[in-house]
């Protein structure tokens, strides 16, 4: 029965069910309301009959096909593992190069509590419109309930589209890389370049594309976080054997002498540690989940920090031991320097490329999944099966062209992986950090003096100081390399 008390209808209490009373509602604009009611029939869900369709509210293919609320738990533990523990971990000894060992595990261990803490208030957010019978599927759909169709929102939708776009086709240049690596370790004057490369695994992603749903991925994102596990396991021994050996580089754990520079490379650091904690892909997690989903994901975030602790400490403890501040910005190539005999078995360093390499697919998957669900729910008649000829040949047709445009893209521009950088410095600060924390305060709305709303504003304030000093510092590096990038490259910048 309508409730016609004047109440705030988004502002409704997880374990109660009631409306909030009006003291402690915001107002939204009308916009705001026109933006959630244009995406009315994602809070309704297809029931998962077997041939995919959708009808009456259900009237959005996006929803129904690609964002299917089939998962449990672990399904998405294993989701939000593959989106935020990738090749990225390599990077973390050269993070602590600009902090030192003290600073660098602080930094390290604080950024990891408060990202769990902010993914776990974004998980309440979604909980508390699922109670008040919103259920928002979408980050854009959220975006736009609590701040309306203002430049706010829009910051969401372009910050989220940058980082899904640039991971996956970054992704890619990373995995030709690998396919490269490989082959020149078997043929060291073979006609194959780059681009060879990049069309080979672009081939490979436009198959595996197919697969029609971001539920069907939940094996190969257990797959995933497993290939995570094992190469972190293979370049963390090989750090160690590194680090013992006689041909181990001195040991220098010093920082820059120079202030302006020491103070660049602190931002740097912690931009990259914090980008390591990304994800920006919560919500269209949090829908793959069987409603009702309120607590799931607070099970399926423990499965995630559990791997990612142990993928997080492991290789930047041993890399930035065995190399102190003369590690590169990934820890595999400083296990093969450039003169001198490789400092770990030619057989290690190509299993774990190979794994690399595979988990790169698997995350290149998953991040395409945002543009996935945007086609289908502009381009797909939800009133007709998820197989049918009217929805399958759009869908082939469109995931492979999304996926040779990332290809292009990374062939053209092999300096592609430092861009990403920038965009992870630039996106996954605002968007995993202090959106989350505005959000709890705009929709919850916690008293002003309580823990929780202070909490959240102290993170907010030094978030977004910490992103904009980051992407100062990441903008700086990219600048200061820019004289070694060349179009259509034969190998890839790193």
Not at 23 to 44: I, L, N, P, R
Not at 235 to 260: E, F, H, M, V, W
Not at 392 to 408: E, G, K, Q
Request: glycine share 8%; aromatic share 10%; with cysteine.
């Amino acid at each position: 029965m309508a409730d016609n008390s004047g109440g705030n209808p988004f502002l409704v209490s997880p374990s109660t069910g009631h409306r909030a009373t009006r003291s402690s509602s915001f107002s939204f604009s009308s916009s705001a309301s026109g933006a959630v009611a244009d995406e009315a029939g994602t809070h309704h869900r297809a029931s998962g009959a077997g041939d995919g369709k959708a009808t009456g509210a259900e009237a959005d293919a996006g929803a129904a096909f690609v964002l299917e609320s089939k998962g449990t738990w672990w399904h998405a533990g294993f989701h939000l593992t593959t989106a935020m523990v990738g090749p990225a971990v390599l990077s973390l000894p050269y993070a602590f190069r600009g902090i030192g060992w003290g600073l660098g595990l602080a930094v390290l261990t604080a950024l990891g509590a408060i990202s769990f803490y902010t993914y776990y208030i974004m998980s309440r957010v979604l909980d508390h419109c699922e109670a008040a019978g919103r259920r928002h599927i979408r980050f854009r759909d959220l975006a736009a309930d609590i701040f309306g169709s203002g430049w706010a929102f829009y910051l969401v939708v372009a910050v989220q589209t940058a980082i899904n776009t640039g991971t996956t086709i970054g992704s890619i240049l990373l995995a030709a890389n690998c396919v490269e690596i490989l082959y020149s370790s078997l043929r060291t004057d073979g006609p194959l370049k780059l681009y060879h490369f990049i069309l080979l695994i672009a081939v490979v992603l436009a198959l595996l594309s197919q697969m029609p749903s971001f539920h069907s991925l939940r094996y190969i994102n257990l797959g995933s976080l497993l290939l995570s596990l094992g190469y972190t396991i293979l370049l963390s021994a090989a750090c160690i054997r590194a680090g013992l050996s006689s041909n181990a580089p001195t040991k220098d754990y010093s920082l820059s002498s120079s202030k302006s520079e020491k103070t660049f490379d602190a931002f740097l650091s912690v931009a990259i540690l914090a980008a390591a904690y990304g994800n920006g892909i919560l919500p269209e997690i949090q829908a793959t989940l069987a409603p009702p989903a309120a607590g799931k994901m607070a099970k399926a975030l423990v499965i995630c920090y559990s791997v990612a602790s142990f993928t997080f400490y492991l290789p930047a403890i041993t890399g930035y031991w065995a190399f102190g501040k003369t590690v590169r910005s990934n820890a595999m190539q400083s296990l093969m320097p450039e003169t001198g005999p490789s400092l770990a078995p030619t057989w290690l360093l190509g299993l774990a490329v190979v794994l690399v390499l595979l988990q790169l697919l698997a995350i290149a998957l998953l991040y395409a999944q945002v543009a996935y669900e945007v086609m289908e729910k502009m381009l797909a008649d939800p009133t007709q099966g998820r197989f049918s000829r009217r929805n399958l040949v759009p869908r082939l047709a469109l995931r492979t062209m999304y996926v040779a445009f990332c290809a292009f893209v990374a062939a053209a521009l092999p300096f592609f992986g430092a861009i990403v950088g920038v965009i992870g410095s630039v996106g996954f600060i605002p968007l995993d950090f202090v959106i989350p924390v505005v959000m709890y305060n705009m929709a919850v709305s916690p008293p002003r003096r309580s823990l929780v709303y202070i909490t959240n504003l102290m993170i907010m304030v030094v978030f977004t100081g910490v992103g904009v000093i980051g992407a100062v510092a990441s903008v700086r590096k990219l600048v200061l390399n820019a004289g070694r990038f060349k179009l259509f490259s034969d190998h890839a910048f790193n």
